[in-house]
């Protein structure tokens, strides 16, 4: 029997965003956590890094965009995203994917009008800044926003992104409402109005047009890369599972703590996946 008489993978949902060889962050996460709960997840990475930037080497770069297009196309054309399910998008290596990956989008929505897309606009964050490719706020705007079901910047993305500063809780739902435009219903703001919040907890501001609630859990003193990755697989596992959003943010948030502390109790750099 030939491979093209034999049924194409059948696939729940797609992750493109980051990989690394050393270390958790990315696809590198994502995708051991999505199989985890018994989905059938591919990975379409954006750059291949040896590890995070913020060892003393590394090595690696963005993926060539022809080669990214590709992966892409690749996978419409295996037929295998006649059950797609969502896609879950992570960090980017420049306008270029941005525009590549949206055109690829709308190819798919077209093939699956139900497909549900979930955006981590990786940008920077409050102690570093900005810390992708210029060009990448205006190209989230223009060719991303208008295609995401639910979006999960961190505090200072979601400054970013809404071009207003966050003070308090209301301040961040007030930024989260105002990006609640074209198909995007929700917005997770994870360490949302740091200064609002108790020393010893973070807080998610979970956001729609007519509701909004904060989910909040133990600020553990280890900080390995990759949580958001983490957070963003486990929470979109959790609502193909049919969980309310609530629901999914409040479990994700667990599944993310539990790792967190088992990592910092090994006193690990790197985050210790497992059961």
Known sequence: MSYTELSPLAIDIVSVQSQVVYGYVGNSVALPCLRAHGLQAVGVPTV???????????HGGAIATDWFQ??????????????????????????????????????????????????????????????VAPGMLQAYHEHLLPLAHGLIPNDFELTQLATMPIYTLDDAIQAARSLLKHQLEWIIATSAAPQSCPND??????????????????????????????????LSAYLLAGHTLRQATELASAAVVK???RTHEAGSGEMLLGT
């Open 48 to 58: 291949l890094f040896s590890n995070t930037p913020h060892y003393p080497s590394i």
């Open 201 to 234: 907890q973070l807080q998610l501001a979970v956001v729609t047009r007519h509701d909004a609630h904060i989910v909040r859990h133990p600020r553990i003193p280890s900080y390995p890369k990759g949580t958001g990755d983490m957070f963003g697989a486990e």
């Open 259 to 261: 790792v967190i502390r």
């Open 70 to 131: 590709g992966y892409l196309q690749d996978l419409l054309e295996r037929q295998a995203l006649d059950h797609l399910r969502t896609v879950l998008v992570g960090y980017l290596g420049n306008p270029e994917q941005i525009q590549v990956l949206a055109q690829w989008l709308r190819q798919v929505q077209e093939l699956r009008p139900e497909l549900r897309i979930i955006i981590d606009p990786v940008i920077g964050d409050h102690d570093v800044g900005v810390y």
